[in-house]
T-cell receptor, first 112, second 114 residues
Framework: GDSVTQMEGPVTLSEEAFLTINCTYT??????LFWYVQYPGEGLQLLLK?????DKGSNKGFEATYRKETTSFHLEKGSVQVSDSAVYFC???????????FGTGTRLLVSP | DSGVTQTPKHLITATGQRVTLRCSPR?????VYWYQQSLDQGLQFLIQ???????AKGNILERFSAQQFPDLHSELNLSSLELGDSALYFC?????????????FGQGTRLTVV
């Protein structure tokens, strides 16, 4: 079945550092891809999305490009802040049952 | 605020008991999804309802059941609870059955089984 693989965490960075969190997927058809963020004690919030190949999703300085040839959707940010500390989940919406399939999540810790 | 409301926020109960978790989707959303988040299993899809009908089942135990009512709110029933059922349970909703739209998540219900 469809699956999402993302890099293990935690990722520890200093403020203003460059962030990359890798995400690759396996799916039949052409899924939509999402990044969700979970701040401590909160639910999941949509960070960005891309619905077709070569689409770039962006929000709050974060970006990710839907790469069909490499089945990837890596999350990047040029300069992280302490407030970006959270758990980031890559997900795809499959074309079968339409449920969201999540990766295991990557914890990001940003220090001042 | 996502517009998805889950109650209660926290629940502590004993093994063998039964609990009901409630979810009110965003206004107008017809699809409701339930997910379980535990430390060792990550985010696991449990079940999906669309306009009152079950549409997809994931890794949902037989001790668990769900339903979606005519007003579109949904309930997840967990029975014969075990220590391993302790987790964060999320509800999500989306406007239609699928498509390319995102799902909106509630704040979750933290269940602790003692």
């Amino acid at each position: 079945g469809d699956s999402v693989t993302q890099m293990e965490g935690p990722v520890t960075l200093s403020e203003e550092a460059f962030l990359t969190i890798n995400c690759t997927y396996t799916a039949t058809g052409y899924p939509s891809l999402f990044w969700y963020v979970q701040y401590p004690g909160e639910g999941l919030q949509l960070l960005l999305k891309a619905t077709k190949a070569d689409d770039k999703g962006s929000n709050k300085g974060f970006e990710a490009t839907y790469r069909k040839e490499t089945t990837s959707f890596h999350l990047e940010k040029g300069s992280v802040q302490v407030s970006d500390s959270a758990v980031y989940f890559c997900a795809l919406r499959d074309t079968g049952f339409q449920k969201l399939v999540f990766g295991t999540g990557t914890r990001l810790l940003v220090s001042p | 605020d996502s517009g998805v409301t889950q109650t209660p926020k926290h629940l502590i109960t004993a093994t063998g008991q039964r609990v009901t978790l409630r979810c009110s989707p965003r206004s107008g959303d017809l699809s409701v999804y339930w997910y379980q988040q535990s430390l060792d299993q990550g985010l696991q899809f449990l079940i999906q309802y669309y306009n009152g009908e079950e549409r997809a089942k994931g890794n949902i135990l037989e001790r668990f059941s769900a339903q979606q009512f005519p007003d579109l709110h949904s309930e997840l029933n967990l029975s014969s609870l075990e220590l391993g059922d302790s987790a964060l349970y999320f509800c999500a909703s989306s406007p239609i059955q699928g498509g390319r739209t995102e799902a909106f998540f509630g704040q979750g219900t933290r269940l602790t089984v003692v």
